[in-house]
């Protein structure tokens, strides 16, 4: 029923998850909402931001053709912050991965060969701002070399470009802080805390959240790695980004400092895009719905653990 409805690509299967993510940020951010005045509005930015992110992933989806005229992506996308609805709480984690969608926006977009050395600067400049946010955005770095082995490794200046975003982020941080602070650089700018201490996963809850979800990644991406070869030339530099983007994010998540469900943030777009790969090629109609049917019961069997 639910992957009928997503089979097409429909302004109204974007309301549906806009309505499903409002419905959890507010549960999950009930006691912010009603606080004093600067927390809710610091909560009422933080929901606005989370839409965005639905709408960007839609966006990035149907400019780049990085799936059939479907709305998979964005499902899956929803029912994973059913899973994990600590994401929706931080706000630095959130501006984080929205910067880092903005770099991988810009780095999948390459395929067209336009303005080359701009998406370069811009990705690089994004995610130097991440990392001001998160420090372990830093990793994702690694996905501008991969961009630049693809796309131009022959090109000498454009392998210095994405270093010279970064250094602009550099001289502007330093410029606020000297303007706001009287120092160079503050202590807390680059906050390189981790942690491998994975106690926090250890109930019933989250094991069951982490084996469905790592389970249904790696069940997915072992396809899409099969299926890359097959698709267009033009856009396989993109299908890799994306795959080496949700590989990223599981480092990130392993060590990072805080374990609450919210570290997974980042891996939620790049496997929305790897599971609607999936399920649209699926035949089987019943198949397709355990997959979904598995994220969206998840949470609730969790509660009930």
Do not use: C
Not at 171 to 196: E, G, M, Q, W
């Amino acid at each position: 029923m639910i992957t009928s409805i997503f089979s097409k690509s429909k302004p109204i299967n974007f309301i549906i998850v806009a309505v499903y993510v409002s419905l959890l940020f507010v549960v999950t951010n009930y006691n912010l909402l009603f606080s004093d005045l600067n927390t809710a509005l610091a909560t009422i930015f933080k929901w606005g931001i989370t839409l965005f992110l639905v709408f960007l992933l839609d966006f990035i989806v149907g400019k780049n053709n990085l799936t059939q005229r479907n709305s998979y992506a964005i499902l899956t996308f929803g029912l994973l912050f059913g899973m994990f609805p600590e994401a929706m709480t931080h706000l630095d984690l959130l501006l984080a991965n929205l910067f880092v969608i903005f770099a991988l926006r810009r780095l999948i977009s390459l395929h067209s060969k336009l303005n080359i050395k701009k998406k370069l600067f811009d990705a690089a400049f994004w995610i130097a701002l991440a990392t001001l946010f998160y420090f372990w955005a830093i990793l994702f770095f690694a996905l501008v070399i991969v961009a630049l082995i693809y796309h131009s490794q022959n090109d000498f200046k454009n392998v210095i470009i994405p270093f010279a975003g970064v250094v602009t982020v550099i001289i502007l941080l330093l410029t606020y802080n000297i303007l706001v602070h009287d120092v160079y650089l503050r202590p807390s700018n680059f906050k390189r805390y981790a942690s491998l201490d994975f106690t926090a996963y250890n109930s019933k809850e989250n094991i069951l959240k982490l084996t469905v979800l790592f389970t249904s990644f790696v069940w997915t991406i072992i396809y899409y790695f099969r299926i890359i070869p097959d698709k267009n030339k033009k856009l396989k530099p993109s299908y890799f980004i994306m795959a080496w983007a949700s590989i990223i994010a599981i480092l990130v998540a392993i060590i990072a400092p805080i374990k609450n469900g919210s570290e997974f943030l980042f891996l939620f777009v790049p496997f929305s895009i790897i599971m609607a790969n999936y399920i649209e090629v699926i035949s089987e109609r019943w198949f397709k719905q355990v997959f979904i049917a598995l994220l969206l019961l998840t949470p609730i069997i969790g509660l009930l653990l």
